[in-house]
Structures are given as C-alpha cells and as structure tokens.
C-alpha cells in the first residue's frame, strides 16, 4: 500500500508488504510490538511531541510514565505502525 490505511480511529500502518504485517499492542503497562523484520525501535511522544521513552527491542515498558495521552511509534525499517493511546 502506499497511502497510510487508517485501521482504527487511533492507529495509522505504513509501509505493508503482501507477507508482512507490523502490529501493535498496548496492554497495562507495556507496548508489544509483533511481525516486525529484524529488531523494531519504538518511541513514545508525548502530546507538545517530546520524546519521553524510546527502545530497541519489540517491549516496552510504559510503567515510569505519567498518566496522559501519548503516541506510539513503531517502525522496522520497513514498515511502521502509529498508536495514540491514553494510559
């Protein structure tokens, strides 16, 4: 594809290839990222769009962040998936 498709009201995928698919979830405290190729880097922006967590690796946790809204980006080198999640 090569618009973004808009899967939900909150998340936003880039980049899908017929035999890949990025996904991301949110649940409790941690973001998970699935399906990526080679090690995905994920980055959580707060709402004024500072950077208030990043990692390499497919978990992370979002335990030392405050209560809010953030967006969550995950991306591959490939493709890239984009949350706003409130926490």
Sequence with gaps: ????VKLHADAVVTGLTADH???LSVSSNVVMVSGAVGVPEITVTDMSGRQVA????????LSQLPAGVYIVRAADGVNQITKKIKK
Excluded: D
């Design 54 to 61: 990043r990692c390499e690796g497919s978990v992370l946790s």
């Design 1 to 4: 594809l090569q618009s973004p």
């Design 21 to 23: 698919v990025l996904s």
